[in-house]
């Protein structure tokens, strides 16, 4: 095995390196296309078991049996899961500080709690530091990509897509647009906010692995002119992602009716402002109608589902059924902190769940795929993160099959690859992970200081 790479952190960031040519041996895990409802085998699924993964320069080159020449720095991890790293397709970066708050549905959990929370990170300090730690702890979680909301302060987006450029990770995100029905140091106005979007736009938007995201915090918090403005920002530029939130909970509904009573629905509000586009991530999505389940798939535009959240605030549960019947992108996330975990598996373990209540089965196939090559698809990133495509960047991550022993003597007795998976999607978290790799680069390793 390779030695221990330094622990993650800001001064450690830039400065790691990796073999220019690697092979890393383990049961590799990726799928080629995208499963279907209900099926626990699929041609979609790619699993090598005892393989070599061939790494070069940061992109993966391809995958063999046998053992690579001597040409290859070799780290050898037989008997262990290794997969792309996830996609978390919608959390908030500061509420780390307020993840697993008590007591209170989404309106008064964001004025008791997030609000609060997210003021601090107006402040420099606060918000170089909590950057630093958010995106640590993504990748102690096995997340290598993230679309992340930080908070309405410039200083607070720059930090973190600094602190994703000084790891090489791809991360879309851009400062929160807020102009009204918040807090005064909360909000921005029209005119500054544009100011700044521009300038961070030209800071980050394309810059290696990073992407900017005009970012409507939900309708209820921007007036129709901020609307405006962040959709001009979308049209001038059809490489910008927008995020925002959308549909998540019933007193939210009711007040963006009132607020916007010329629209048909909440998703209308942001059709009428321009906003529904191919690069549109809507976190939530759980009180739409066919109408809207038809135009985002119209516009190409993806639904974030986050279950542990949408549990924890008792906001609902999603019908990811019937969207996935009516052609819209679904991607997981985590939306910590309505989500109590930044974990992948425990997100995907609520969605079983959530599903259950609503009388489905989700997979493993159909839940994994959603945090790694579907979701790279749904955000126009496949042919760079989400699976073990040749030319893909080596994000990737070495799972423990099992961990403590009632994992373990599950993960024995499982016979056919769809239990066993499954058993370790309900069963693993972050104590799974062994290491995380970014474009090659190791950024996680399990007991090196600091993890
Ligand atoms: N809607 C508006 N803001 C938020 C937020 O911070 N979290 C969640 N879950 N929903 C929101
Ligand atoms: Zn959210």
Redesign the pocket.
Known sequence: MLTPAPPPSASSASSASAPPRLALRGDLLDFVGAPAWGETETPALRFRPDHWLLIEDGRIVGAQAESPDAGWAREDQRGRLVLPGFIDAHV?AP?IDMIASYGAA?LDW?QAY?FPAELRHGHAGEALAGADRFVDALLAHGTTAAVV?PTVHKVSADALLAAAHARGMRLVAGKVLMDRHAPPGLCDDVVQAERDCRELIARWHGRDRLAYAVTV??AP?STPEQLAMAAALCAEDPTLYLHT?LA?NRD?LRWVAELFPQARSYLDVYARAGLLHRRSVF??GIWLDAEDHAALAAHGAVVAH?PS?NLF?GSGLFDWRALEQGGVAVAMAS?VG?GTSLSMQRTLADAYKVQALRGQRLTAWVALHAATRGAAQALGLAHEIGSFDAGCCADLCVWDWARGAVAERRDALATALHERVFAWMMLADERNLVSARVAGVERFRRGAQGS
Request: avoid cysteine; charged fraction near 20%.
């Open positions: 908030h509420q989404l964001l997030t909301m915090r939900f918090t939130h998540e939210e976190a939530h986050s959240s605030l939306d309505g």
